[in-house]
């Protein structure tokens, strides 16, 4: 099994109950599709550097996991045919950093 990262932009006017849907959708998706999710952050709603179908902001979920090609194909399926992502990415890595998290509230 590999290690990847995924990260989702949905819309900027989405509720709070809404992004909890998602997050939980994603999530139970790759648990379901042979996969594991190691860890979750949600960065929140922040700036684009550029307008993407005319957000200028977008919430951002970001999803270390542990998964098949099959796993990835379907996350990548449902994320293209859904219509609140607004864009997504995913990286393939040898090893995960859990330890880190980028876009935290506490920064020391």
């Given at each position: 099994?590999?290690?990847?990262?995924?990260?989702?932009?949905?819309k900027?006017?989405?509720?709070?109950?809404?992004?909890?849907?998602?997050?939980?959708?994603?999530?139970?998706l790759?648990?379901k599709?042979?996969?594991?999710?190691?860890?979750?952050?949600?960065?929140?709603?922040?700036?684009?550097?550029?307008?993407?179908?005319?957000?200028?902001?977008?919430?951002?979920?970001?999803?270390?996991?542990?998964?098949?090609?099959?796993?990835?194909?379907?996350?990548?399926?449902?994320t293209?045919?859904?219509?609140?992502?607004?864009?997504?990415?995913?990286?393939?890595?040898?090893?995960?950093?859990?330890?880190?998290?980028?876009?935290?509230?506490?920064?020391?």
């Amino acid at each position: 099994m590999n290690f990847y990262e995924h990260t989702i932009v949905a819309k900027q006017n989405l509720s709070q109950k809404d992004m909890d849907l998602i997050e939980k959708k994603y999530e139970d998706l790759i648990n379901k599709n042979s996969g594991k999710v190691l860890k979750i952050e949600k960065w929140g709603l922040l700036n684009l550097k550029r307008k993407i179908r005319n957000y200028s902001k977008g919430y951002f979920l970001h999803y270390k996991l542990q998964g098949e090609k099959k796993t990835l194909d379907e996350v990548k399926l449902k994320t293209k045919l859904d219509n609140n992502i607004v864009r997504h990415l995913t990286v393939k890595y040898k090893k995960l950093d859990l330890e880190t998290e980028y876009f935290s509230k506490n920064k020391n």
